[in-house]
């Protein structure tokens, strides 16, 4: 279904920089932009895995409309762990219906660094009132709905320590006053993925946007979304790791030098088979990873760094690859190896960039000798 929508339009979304609203919205209420959702909220119910190959097919497809599909499964996941029964019936099924939806975590001075937020959500009688910048907002250009993390304080706790450790997350709707969407133009990659920076100025809700109704440790609710966008990014990179493997293969198989296929030339099977490894362990770690998810093991938050780790880097170095076999006919604007390029180059960046994945494996790997 989804290679019959997409088709060959990619290309044309990207140089764009935007992708088809109605599309988005058609995905979003056949419930393919969060498959996860149990079928009781008028989701597909998948499991891990099968998402996950729902989410390398995309990729391969279109990284933009992948990163979309990450941004509505992360907020779908993050109201499924935090909501009340009624958020749940609210949010899922507006996320099933063919609404969008953003994930505000960082800002300018938090990125990687999330413990910098300075976002602040804040009771005021029986509102809440947030205030904050957030920045590069993936999916925010398209989203009826912001779910924004933030530092909260809660007037009734005196204790000013207590507040500034703890956090919690809002539902905002885009049309709030106070809220403002600036769309980013011409980002290197991803470009029709309708990343924004998003300013909240006082905006003012009601109390039943607090998921869950209270407030959590910062670290806990940072490691609830991000352990899914981690496994979906890693799943997207398996998606650009196939598409530069198919392509460069076809390319390789049939362009002709010195009076042979590329193929038959050492160096170019070198890379093709450098191709093939990098998107096999790609595969094999998010497969891994999302049989840990499936399963429910503790090791889940620590495999889910190691899969994007592995396909982030991967898919970098498996897309200069897929243009170095393609050479000119790869540079062109828009062409699916370019596009993964640029796109694979952003994956070793969101969600924990490579630095702040090793910072962590190697933290997981002391751990393990004590």
């Known amino acids: 279904m989804l290679s019959e929508l997409v088709a060959d339009r990619a ?8 992708l088809p609203e109605e599309l988005l919205r058609d995905l979003g209420s056949r419930g ?16 891990s895995a099968a998402n996950g190959e729902l989410t390398a097919h995309t990729g391969a497809l279109c990284s933009s409309l992948r990163s979309v599909q990450t941004s509505q499964g992360m907020a779908a996941w993050t109201v499924s762990r935090l909501g009340d029964a009624a958020q749940r019936r609210d949010h899922l099924g507006a996320l099933t ?72 997350v809002v539902v905002v ?46 670290p806990m609710l940072v490691t609830t ?11 997207g990179c398996v998606g650009i790791l196939r598409a530069c493997l198919r392509a460069a293969a076809d390319h390789a198989s049939s362009r002709k030098q010195f009076g042979q296929p590329l193929a038959a030339h050492q160096l ?16 094999r770690a998010c ?16 495999a889910a760094v190691l899969a994007k780790h592995v396909g982030a880097t991967g898919a970098a170095a498996g897309s200069s690859l897929a243009v170095q076999i393609l050479a000119s006919a790869g540079t062109v604007d828009g062409h699916v190896v370019a596009r993964a390029h640029r796109d694979a180059k952003l994956m070793e960046i969101i969600e924990g960039s490579n630095e702040i994945s090793r910072l962590l494996l190697a933290e997981h790997a002391l751990a393990m000798t004590r």
């Open 173 to 218: 709707p885009r049309t709030a006053p106070g809220v403002r969407v600036d769309v980013i133009p011409d980002p290197l990659g991803c470009r029709a993925a309708g990343h924004a920076h998003v300013t909240l100025d006082s905006v003012r809700l009601g109390p039943d946007a607090l998921l869950g109704g209270g407030a959590y440790s910062l």
């Open 32 to 47: 393919l932009l969060c498959a996860q959702v149990p079928q009781t909220y008028g989701g597909l119910g998948l499991d």
């Open 11 to 18: 290309e044309a979304w990207d140089l764009a920089g935007v």
């Open 287 to 302: 497969e891994h990873a999302s049989r840990l998810w499936d399963t429910r093991q503790p090791d889940l938050a620590t």
């Open 268 to 283: 170019v099977a070198g890379h093709l088979a450098d191709l093939l490894v990098a998107e096999r362990n790609a595969t």
């Open 97 to 168: 219906s063919g609404e969008l939806a953003a994930v505000a975590f960082s800002e300018p001075e938090a990125g990687s660094d999330l413990s910098a937020m300075t976002t602040r959500i804040r009771r005021d009688g029986e509102d809440l009132v947030v205030d904050g910048t957030k920045k590069w907002i993936t999916a925010a250009r398209y989203a009826d709905r912001l779910v924004v993390f933030g530092r909260f304080e809660d007037a009734a706790d005196g204790d000013d320590d207590a507040r500034e450790e703890t956090a919690a």
């Open 225 to 235: 979304a991000l352990t899914y966008g981690r496994l979906s990014v890693a799943w």
